[in-house]
């Protein structure tokens, strides 16, 4: 099964972006890299997904890297309701994900 | 609002009872999955229906079992309950490459085992 680590916490300020990265050494050339958030008592939030190229949607952009090992999850400018936590996922063909433990981010005002 | 809606939210159950969990997916999506989280742990795959079969699997024992209707919609199902089976039981599901293999969640079904 893939593995896929991720920092256990990170915080950031109002407006800035943030950078959260993921490191799934172990992905195999079919699994797409996923992210989701999740707040308390809620499921995952998608956020967004790709496979080779950088992707971008309204709610963020996604750089993966060349041998796809590792990803990172760019928020341009976090707001207060941006704090959750965050998880990368890899996943193949049958769309089985492994999750990583995720990233818990904090906003400061 | 991902369209995938799950019953019930919360419910409790004593050891060695059986639970049945429900999940609708999103309109037109014909992959369900079943996923179990564990309090600050991530997600953890349990099984995948696909056209009405078990498309997958991942490491949990025989007594976690489920079903995929011709609606698409699924069912999970635990039996002899277990302490450690105390989690949030998560339902995502997708329609392939005609969805751009975009996954949504449910909101989940909380189970505590006393």
């Known amino acids: 099964d893939a593995k896929t680590t991720q920092p256990n916490s990170m915080e950031s300020n109002e407006e800035e972006p943030v950078h959260l990265p993921c490191n799934h050494s172990?992905?195999?050339?079919?699994?797409?890299i996923h992210w989701y958030r999740q707040l308390p008592s809620q499921g995952p939030e998608y956020v967004i997904h790709?496979?080779?190229s950088n992707v971008n949607n309204r709610m963020a952009s996604l750089a993966i890297a060349e041998d796809r090992k590792s990803s990172t999850l760019i928020l341009h400018r976090a707001t207060l309701r941006d704090a959750a936590v965050y998880y990368c996922?890899?996943?193949?063909?049958?769309?089985?994900?492994?999750f990583g433990k995720g990233t818990l981010l904090t906003v400061n005002p | 609002e991902t369209g995938v809606t799950q019953s019930p939210t919360h419910l409790i159950k004593t050891r060695g009872q059986q639970v049945t969990l429900r999940c609708s997916s999103q309109s037109g999506h014909n992959t369900v999955s079943w996923y179990q989280q564990a309090l600050g742990q991530g997600p953890q795959f349990i099984f995948q229906?696909?056209?009405?079969?078990?498309?997958g699997r991942g490491n949990f024992p025989p007594r976690f079992s489920g079903l995929q209707f011709p609606n698409y919609s699924s069912e999970l199902n635990v039996n002899a309950l277990e302490l450690d089976d105390s989690a949030l039981y998560l339902c995502a599901s997708s329609g392939g490459p005609s969805s751009g293999n975009t996954i949504y969640f449910g909101e989940g079904s909380w189970l505590t085992v006393v």
């Open positions: 172990t992905i195999s050339g079919t699994d797409y």
């Open positions: 996922a890899s996943g193949g063909s049958n769309y089985k994900l492994t």
């Open positions: 229906y696909y056209r009405e079969e078990e498309n």
């Open positions: 790709g496979l080779t």
